[in-house]
């Protein structure tokens, strides 16, 4: 049974840091893209950022690039999304996926086949 689980959420103030993390088990985890999207109330879910199964390369939304890092840790099957300077904008459950690595489209969630069950992350102004 797969699983994947989001820890690392919270509360925090504009322009402060988060650190996401996804525990992944049940897979082949380095045969495997990773991805981070995100869900604010109302709206629907959008791509975040994505790392290949190999680490090699890593894609991120306009809005994030400079400001999130995505990494991963084949040995520990662990994915990572370090968050700086946080926006108010960037409020959402934040959700962990798994796509197999022969899928390209790192920016649709029809890529992925397995989805965690989130981890909120609320910035405040």
């Known amino acids: 049974q797969v699983q994947l689980v989001e820890s690392g959420g919270g509360l925090v103030q504009a322009g402060g840091s988060l650190r996401l993390t996804c525990a992944a088990s049940?897979?082949?985890?380095?045969?495997?893209?990773m991805g981070w999207f995100r869900q604010a109330p109302g709206k629907e879910r959008e791509f975040v950022a994505a790392?290949?199964?190999?680490?090699?390369?890593?894609f991120y939304r306009d809005s994030v690039k400079g400001r999130f890092t995505i990494s991963r840790d084949n040995a520990k099957k662990m994915v990572y999304l370090q968050m700086n300077s946080l926006k108010p904008e960037d409020t959402a459950d934040y959700y962990c996926?798994?796509?197999?690595?022969?899928?390209?489209?790192?920016?649709?969630?029809?890529?992925?086949?397995?989805w965690g069950q989130g981890t909120q992350v609320t910035v405040s102004s």
């Open positions: 996926a798994a796509a197999p690595s022969y899928k390209g489209d790192f920016y649709y969630t029809r890529s992925y086949d397995y």
């Open positions: 049940g897979l082949t985890f380095s045969r495997y893209n």
């Open positions: 790392i290949t199964w190999s680490g090699g390369n890593t």
